[in-house]
Nanobody, 126 residues
């Protein structure tokens, strides 16, 4: 089990950039696959991006490929989401997610990761 705290959300104009951070504590961070999800007002939570425990492989939803980048720094126990070329449809609450590497990263991607942060609001204006 790990505890997750998201930060970095805010207001940005369309086309602008923003970087979200997720700080983890409680157990060995490098033992966990990490991911980002988002939930827009009135819509279901959706997968955004994921990265393996080693940082060697990344996965993205089709809607953000080429615009968002997920990365991690195991020395700082932190995972990041760099968001470029922002669009109004990116407006949502973004959540950090973690799952121990004994499970597959595919399990995290479909929403089965047991550890979640409280979320950070991202708003993109036209």
């Amino acid at each position: 089990q790990v505890q997750l705290v998201e930060s970095g959300g805010g207001l940005v104009q369309a086309g602008g950039s923003l970087r979200l951070s997720c700080a983890a504590s409680g157990r060995t961070f490098s033992s966990y696959h990490m991911g980002w999800f988002r939930q827009a007002s009135g819509k279901e939570r959706e997968f955004v991006a994921a990265i393996t425990w080693s940082g060697g492989n990344t996965y993205y939803a089709d809607s953000v490929k080429g615009r968002f980048t997920i990365s991690r720094d195991n020395e700082k126990n932190t995972v990041y989401l760099q968001m470029n070329s922002r669009k109004p449809e990116d407006t949502a609450v973004y959540y950090c997610n973690a799952q121990h590497r004994k499970n597959t990263i595919r399990s995290l991607i479909i929403g089965n990761g047991p550890d979640w942060g409280q979320g950070t609001q991202v708003t993109v204006s036209s």
